[in-house]
């Protein structure tokens, strides 16, 4: 894989590939954007290209075969170091090993690439030995902090990097993208696409569960109010590997669900349904509804799905949910 390869993101790769070419690197870089959008990848091409034995700087990309490329693909170049958290965290000995790493030479590349990944979870007595190396850094070394939520950075740290902000992809992109390259039909690739928040990985992360939860139950029982069961989500949620995660998934399903009834309702255009292959349904179960009341159930649903995602009790919200939709 090369800068070409890569999905979407045209304008990151633009700005480093220039940066390569005018010899105007800056020593960080922050790159920011969803989980999974695909930040590790580009800055993984950024360390091939810059490193590439077959003149990648100047052509602005790597070659993708030679053996510099080709240990970088297998994680087995001295000078490109990638550091993932740990379970949920990044830990302390990580950062001080990247500080003694960092002290040397590149040992055989001519740039030194550190990618922290998640550099949003760490403790902050860890930001400040990381802000010690930022604010002296190493020669021929680059460093590139990864981040979805940019709030959780000491400012100090901010500072010192280059900001590169990643933008969720189109969803037609990440549509078309599942169906040429990873086999999709155009109906699962549409509504994996549409649940993908612009994420290519995430996509692909979540068939499994998308495949498992009964969307036809979810449309017609919750949604058509049939049985108000807080029991029924929370089963499907459980039967799932995360729970809470899932039932974040199952509301995310849901409100596309709403979104569709929207659809048929408002435009009646059943072309543009993300469950287009439960069409009959969707057009049965959008008799009952008014556009009004429709769209007051979106929000509600959204602001709990907020809620849920904020580490609020899943029982109580979901309860006070079902209790503001049986009032229309
Ligand atoms: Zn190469």
């Not at 940066?19 to 954007?33: Q, T």
């Not at 400012?155 to 990643?166: E, Y």
């Not at 549409?190 to 969307?215: C, F, M, N, T, V």
């Not at 899943?314 to 079902?322: H, P, Q, Y």
Request: aromatic letters at 4%; charged letters at 25%; proline letters at 5%.
């Amino acid at each position: 894989m090369s800068f070409k390869d890569v999905l979407g993101h045209s304008r990151p790769i633009e700005l480093l590939k220039r940066a390569i070419k005018n010899e105007k690197l800056a020593h960080s870089y922050l790159f920011l954007g969803n989980e999974g959008i695909g930040k590790k990848w580009v800055a993984l091409q950024f360390a091939k290209t810059l490193n590439c034995l077959e003149g990648g700087a100047e052509k602005g990309d790597s070659c993708d075969h030679c053996l510099s490329c080709k240990k970088i693909d297998d994680q087995l170049h001295p000078d490109v170091l990638v550091i993932e958290p740990e379970g949920q965290m990044i830990k302390a000995d990580q950062v001080r090993q990247m500080q003694k790493d960092l002290a040397y030479r590149p040992y055989e590349g001519q740039h030194r690439v550190c990618i922290l990944t998640a550099a949003d979870r760490m403790a902050p007595n860890m930001s400040n030995i990381l802000l010690k190396t930022l604010e002296e850094p190493p020669l021929h070394t680059v460093i590139i902090l990864l981040a979805s939520h940019p709030r959780l950075l000491l400012p100090t740290i901010l500072s010192r990097c280059q900001p590169i902000r990643f933008n969720p992809l189109p969803i037609p992109l990440i549509s078309t993208w599942l169906i040429d390259q990873k086999g999709f039909d155009e109906k699962e690739a549409h509504l994996l696409a549409s649940l993908s928040e612009g994420s290519a990985g995430k996509a692909l992360e979540i068939q499994e569960e998308i495949r498992q939860i009964p969307r036809e139950e979810l449309l017609t029982d919750l949604l058509g109010l049939k049985s108000l069961s807080i029991e029924k989500m929370e089963s499907w949620a459980e039967s799932l590997p995360s729970h809470r995660e899932n039932l974040i998934l199952i509301l995310e399903v849901a409100k596309t669900l709403l979104r569709d009834l929207v659809v048929v309702k408002a435009v009646k255009d059943s072309k543009k349904l993300i469950h287009s292959d439960l069409l009959e349904d969707v057009e049965k179960t959008a008799v009952d509804w008014s556009l009004p009341s429709l769209l007051n159930r979106m929000e509600v649903l959204h602001q709990t799905t907020l809620a849920i995602r904020a580490n609020a009790n899943t029982k109580l919200a979901l309860e006070a949910m079902m209790l503001s939709w049986a009032e229309g």
